[in-house]
């Protein structure tokens, strides 16, 4: 689905239905909910950080409109959260991971991961590596 390499780090974005590959490193669920029809134990999900996603309001109020015209707001509003102190320790702890060292594969159940949360936590994460 995607790589990114910018500040030598090397994070993946794969949908949790993709067979998983040996190169995924650490694999993170950055869904707020278990996804549908997976087991757990065939998920290979190493870690679930809750708390970098949108909040189940800011959620339900970017999919109520169904035009597609409010993924700016939506973006806008996610950043505002991902700053927010309820959210910073896990943002720092997916921080730490790409630190370590390896790849790491931000895994998500979304169909359209384009026009979710996920390009916008990982600009958001790749923010916070330059950062430090």
Do not use: C, N
């Amino acid at each position: 689905m995607g790589t990114s390499k910018g500040s030598g780090t090397d994070v993946r974005v794969r949908r949790v239905y993709d067979p998983q590959e040996d190169g995924d490193g650490t694999r993170v669920l950055i869904d707020r909910l278990w996804p549908r029809g997976v087991a757990k134990d065939r998920a290979g999900i190493d870690k679930w950080l809750k708390d970098v996603t949108p909040s189940t309001e800011l959620r339900a109020w970017y999919h109520e409109d169904r035009t597609g015209t409010r993924f700016d707001e939506f973006t806008d509003r996610y950043r505002a959260e991902l700053a927010d102190p309820a959210h910073t320790a896990a943002v720092d702890e997916l921080v730490e991971l790409v630190r370590e060292g390896g790849p790491v594969t931000l895994v998500t159940a979304v169909k359209d991961v384009p026009h979710s949360h996920v390009p916008v936590l990982v600009d958001h994460l790749e923010h916070e590596l330059r950062r430090h």
